[in-house]
């Protein structure tokens, strides 16, 4: 079995301030990691995602996250937030990368001018 | 691509009583899933679907819950006999079953047993 763990329910941050969400997983098989983000109102969306390779995945608006496996982490971060990064961020493993997800409880990052 | 589609998007329903909820997945996606979030938790899951095969099932889906998936395309995930606990966002999501393929989610029809 596969479990997440999200360390801040909630991170307060200012606006162009660097931000990091944590996530730890425990799992007895190779996994895949994935950062969900859920803004107000809407559903939720892909926002990066590790399946082999380089370590250190990016997504277009500036996040990146960084697979530690001998931590067991896969920590986000944001060096610059904007105040449109205002949402809840679901840290997310997989068996397989279309396979069913197990989900940490999710971090609410509020961004303040 | 026209993205998931759930409705009705609430859903406000007296306990004891039945409700259904219908999920479109994105056309070409033949895997699909059911989850469900209560307030300040993320989405548990409850059960997915490959085609019309219901190929897994969670512990949290008691006897009340049936999911169907009856031609492959929309599904359907109805509750009988309601109770408070019920009361969550119920999450669709869907996906093809490639290797590097995500799950994409839909709004969700946010239940509410009164």
Known sequence: ?113 | DTGVSQNPRHKITKRGQNVTFRCDPISEHNRLYWYRQTLGQGPEFLTYFQNEAQLEKSRLLSDRFSAERPKGSFSTLEIQRTEQGDSAMYLCASSTDTYNSPLHFGNGTRLTVT
């Open chain 1, 1 to 113: 079995a596969q479990s997440v763990t999200q360390l801040d329910s909630q991170v307060p941050v200012f606006e162009e301030a660097p931000v990091e969400l944590r996530c730890n997983y425990s799992s007895s098989v190779s996994v895949y990691l994935f950062w969900y983000v859920q803004y107000p109102n809407q559903g939720l969306q892909l926002l990066l995602k590790y399946l082999s390779g380089s370590t250190l995945v990016e997504s277009i608006n500036g996040f990146e996250a960084e697979f530690n496996k001998s931590q067991t982490s896969f920590h986000l971060r944001k060096p610059s937030v904007h105040i449109s990064d205002t949402a809840e961020y679901f840290c997310a493993v997989s068996r397989s990368a279309g396979n069913k997800l197990t989900f940490g409880g999710g971090t609410r990052v509020l961004v303040k001018p």
